[in-house]
């Protein structure tokens, strides 16, 4: 990037500080209307209570306010890059999602938006781009050399339910091909996807893993929710809770996360009392 597209990307601080919601809403509105198959891979429920363009109005503005050393946003880079390869975000769809973020920014600041500043943004979201890709490529292939290990949605079977309370039931989650399971840290959380029939789309949503890694299985465990329904994350919870049976199948990828609570735990204490990972509570 030039020292001028440089000063340019910094002069949209203010806007992005006063719009960036607006403008993350708008991006969001403007890639599920043109890509509406994009809606599998995102959780939907995320967007109805606006957390992901509130994420990413977050992550734009950090890139602004940092954009003559984006080294310093590496740790957040990489938490962001852990959850990507857990939904199996690949290189190729960031030039889609840099096109959309580009023509979102035209749209949203009218005249404001001008060819240099234009210009500014795409230059800028590539070495953005370049840095996630570049992450994440070492991500996936740290994960895919584990043994056991894999990358994208692989298909699983539930072969246990246990009640665990009235309200939490346990899902002992086996590789349908029968290999081995990657072992995961403490802390991680993997994605599941299946299709809800309500919305007639395949949902992700994530789940702390509860059991030691032996090889074999994952254990996560799903609370039943309550009351208003209709949220993409309860609905995935309760579909889980109430419909889903021994015998039945669904994808699931890798554990990943970093777990800056359980980092440091030394190898001594035993596993079920380290503190929990914050980011990713069971749900
Ligand atoms: C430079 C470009 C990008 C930035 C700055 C970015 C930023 C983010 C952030 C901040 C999050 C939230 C992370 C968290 O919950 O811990 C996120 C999640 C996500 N990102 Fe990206 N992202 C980018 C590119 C992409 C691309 C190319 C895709 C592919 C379609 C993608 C798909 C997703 C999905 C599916 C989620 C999960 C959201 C959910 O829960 O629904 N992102 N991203």
């Known amino acids: 990037m030039t020292t001028d597209q440089k000063q340019l990307i910094k002069a949209t601080v203010p806007v992005l500080k006063q719009s960036g919601l607006l403008l993350t ?3 969001y509105q403007r890639v599920f209307s043109i890509n509406p198959e994009l809606k599998h891979t995102f959780n939907m429920g995320n967007q109805q209570n606006g957390r992901q363009p509130a994420a990413l109005a977050m992550a734009v503005l950090a890139y602004a306010e940092n954009i003559e050393d984006p080294s310093v946003l590496l740790s957040t880079l990489n938490r962001i890059g852990h959850k990507h390869t857990s939904l199996a975000v690949r290189p190729e769809h960031y030039d889609l999602i840099g096109r959309h973020l580009i023509a ?11 060819p240099a500043l234009l210009d500014a943004w795409t230059a800028a979201y590539g070495q953005l781009a370049s840095l996630m890709i570049g992450i ?6 740290a994960q895919v050399t584990k043994p056991g290990g894999w990358t994208g949605w692989r298909p699983f079977v539930v072969r246990a339910r246990i009640e665990e309370s009235s309200e939490v039931t346990a899902l002992h989650l086996y590789p349908v091909d029968e290999g081995l399971v990657a072992d995961h840290q403490p802390g991680q959380y ?8 309500q919305l007639n789309l395949l949902q992700p949503r994530q789940y702390s893993i509860t059991n030691e890694p032996n090889g074999l299985f994952y254990c996560i465990s799903v609370k039943h929710e309550t009351g208003e329904t209709t949220s993409t994350n309860k609905l995935i919870s309760n579909h889980l809770h109430a419909v889903v049976q021994e015998g039945d199948r669904l994808e699931v990828s890798v554990p990943v996360g970093v777990c800056p609570v359980a980092v440091n735990v030394p190898k001594s204490v035993p596993s079920t009392q380290r503190s929990g990972c914050p980011m990713h509570q069971v749900a």
């Open 190 to 197: 993997l994605s599941i996807r299946l299709f809800l029939p």
């Open 104 to 114: 979102s920014i035209g749209e949203v600041l009218g005249d404001a938006a001008t």
């Open 25 to 27: 809403t708008h991006f």
């Open 136 to 141: 994440e490529a070492g991500l996936y292939a």
